[in-house]
């Protein structure tokens, strides 16, 4: 401790704090923060181009799912249009086959009614004409029995009123 | 002028270097020069000593003292040198060149006389006589030395030095964001000291307003140690007087950035007992001055005893004196030196890191229970 004491030069002290304190201040200035400013914008610069490569990435990402929800979305509006227009084609297909039958339906029985009509008209023409013929007939075999007029005519009604019952 | 002395001290560097690769035949060499000059010296100034034989050991012993003190001249080798001016503040200011004190060892300054004795300058009379008190210690009177000494020399030089390699650094990231020249080999040393040193110890928040102080005192103490490894001579960090202004810096920055937690946790320990609180305040209190006092002490001795341990195990050279005892004894040297080379820069760093510690310490806020 004496030794230590004996050693100590006050003026080696004074000029070390003097010229080191002076140095700080002119290498604050002058060199550390420059040096450390630039450093610390470099850093910042590289964190900043990581991180813009990151969100490019991220973005490239979002983009592709996007794309891809697109195309997917495309597909299943192109299956649904085809299905549609199946559906719509067999309805109409349907459609129509009914229309058809319904039509054919219709001419069958307009057919049938005349048909029926004309089936019904014959059978009157034919007997209108078998009561002129039965008539002709008649006359014929009645011409002389029935020489009256009158009673001819209410003779003929009345038969002709019974075949109408049958 | 700056910038040739820049050049210069740069060229001296590398010079420095490239010797310290080849210790065994060029310290050979300085040592016995320096021995010679010491012997010359030790004559010249008529020192009170007996000047007539002194063994070897002798010899060895006064050759590492005096090539760890400090000393009013640049002296390089025998007879290339030059002298520094002396400052004294004794009733006014008075300035000389050291080369004064060859003239009979008494320097005379406007009437008044002066005269170095063990490396200290004395008031005396015309003849140089020196009183000694009972413990051999002399009683005239001391004034105020301010002298440039080589120390403060080598302090000047290493500023000037440290200034214009990093403000020429700094420069160069004006064009570019990547460092260029030296920076390429100082960047990563400067990050270090940010990213390992100051923001793990003294936290994010506030590690931005001390990077200027630790960053000068890191490179500042190791290019200095690293100077006290060439055969210039210079011990600079091995100065108590420096390490104590290094270590009276970090205790007087400590105190003052100290936050309400850092005494709190001194003078009134939360979370312990009260009873034991004053006793802990007093500990704390001790050990407040015992952390800069360590700081202090162990830069100084670690350098001082590299110095020392080298130039004795040179000196052992000469005690042998064989050529047998001189080849493993220069390559103990070498392997020391290669051990002082990791020293140099493990006690900037240990330095850098117990302040920067410290500095955490005081700006640190715990949470309360």
């Known amino acids: 401790m004496d030794k230590l004491i004996n050693d100590f030069s006050v003026g080696l002290f004074f000029w070390q704090s003097l010229v080191f304190i002076l140095l700080i201040v002119l290498l604050r200035k002058f060199a550390w923060k420059p040096i450390l400013d630039a450093v610390n914008e470099r850093e910042e610069s590289i964190e900043g181009a990581l991180k813009a490569a990151e969100q490019a990435r991220e973005e490239m990402k979002s983009l592709q799912a996007n794309n891809e929800a697109v195309l997917k979305e495309a597909r299943e509006e192109r299956e649904r249009i085809l299905k549609e227009a199946r559906d719509m084609k067999n309805k109409m297909i349907a459609e129509a086959k009914d229309a058809a039958a319904a039509e054919a339906d219709k001419t069958i029985a307009s057919a049938k009614a005349a048909i029926e009509a004309e089936k019904t008209a014959a059978i009157a023409a034919l007997k209108n004409h078998a009561a002129a013929l039965s008539i002709d007939v008649a006359e014929k075999i009645l011409g002389q029995e029935l020489s009256a007029e009158n009673k001819q005519t209410a003779m003929i009604g009345k038969i002709i009123e019974d075949m109408k019952f049958n | 002028m700056p910038n040739s002395m820049r050049s210069n001290f740069t060229v001296l560097i590398a010079l420095a270097g490239f010797l310290f690769f080849t210790p065994s035949t060029y310290a050979q060499g300085e040592n016995h020069e320096e021995i010679q000059h010491e012997q010359a010296h030790h004559e010249d100034a008529g020192h009170s000593e007996a000047s007539g034989e002194k063994d070897i050991k002798g010899v060895i012993k006064e050759t590492i003292e005096h090539h760890l003190a400090d000393s009013y001249e640049f002296h390089i080798t025998e007879g290339v040198g030059f002298p520094l001016p002396v400052i004294l503040v004794d009733g006014g200011l008075k300035v000389f060149l050291s080369s004064a004190f060859h003239h009979g060892g008494v320097a005379?300054?406007?009437?008044?006389?002066?005269?170095?004795?063990?490396?200290?300058?004395?008031?005396?009379?015309?003849?140089?006589?020196?009183?000694?008190?009972?413990?051999?210690?002399?009683?005239?009177?001391?004034?105020?030395?301010?002298?440039?000494?080589?120390?403060?020399?080598?302090?000047?030089?290493?500023?000037?030095?440290?200034?214009?390699?990093?403000?020429?650094?700094?420069?160069?990231?004006?064009?570019?964001?990547?460092?260029?020249?030296?920076?390429?080999?100082?960047?990563?040393?400067?990050?270090?000291v940010r990213d390992e040193i100051a923001i793990p110890n003294i936290g994010e928040k506030h590690y931005k307003k001390y990077m200027s102080y630790l960053l000068t005192v890191f490179f500042f103490i190791w290019f200095l140690n690293l100077v006290g490894m060439t055969p210039l001579g210079v011990n600079v960090t091995g100065n108590i007087a420096i390490t104590f202004s290094l270590a009276l810096m970090t205790f007087i920055i400590t105190q003052v950035s100290g936050k309400k937690d850092y005494w709190m946790h001194i003078f009134w320990m939360p979370g312990v007992p009260v009873l034991i609180r004053p006793v802990l305040a007093v500990i704390e209190l001790i050990g407040l001055f015992v952390k800069p006092f360590s700081l202090m002490i162990r830069l100084y001795a670690n350098m001082l005893a590299g110095h020392v341990v080298i130039m004795s195990i040179l000196g052992l050279i000469f005690i042998f004196s064989s050529w047998i005892a001189a080849v493993p004894f220069s390559f103990l040297t070498l392997f020391l030196s290669v051990l002082e080379l990791l020293v140099a820069a493990l006690q900037a760093y240990i330095f850098t890191m117990l302040t920067s510690l410290y500095f955490g310490a005081a700006v640190e806020e715990h949470e309360h229970h």
């Not at chain 2, 004034?143 to 200034?163: E, G, R």
Request: avoid cysteine; glycine fraction near 6%.
């Open chain 2, 108 to 192: 005379t300054v406007n009437g008044a006389h002066y005269k170095v004795n063990h490396g200290k300058i004395y008031k005396t009379d015309a003849a140089g006589t020196i009183a000694y008190d009972d413990h051999h210690h002399p009683t005239n009177e001391k004034p105020l030395d301010l002298s440039i000494t080589k120390n403060v020399f080598m302090i000047l030089v290493m500023a000037i030095f440290m200034f214009f390699l990093f403000r020429g650094v700094a420069k160069t990231y004006q064009t570019s964001l990547a460092p260029k020249k030296a920076g390429r080999f100082l960047e990563p040393i400067i990050i270090y």
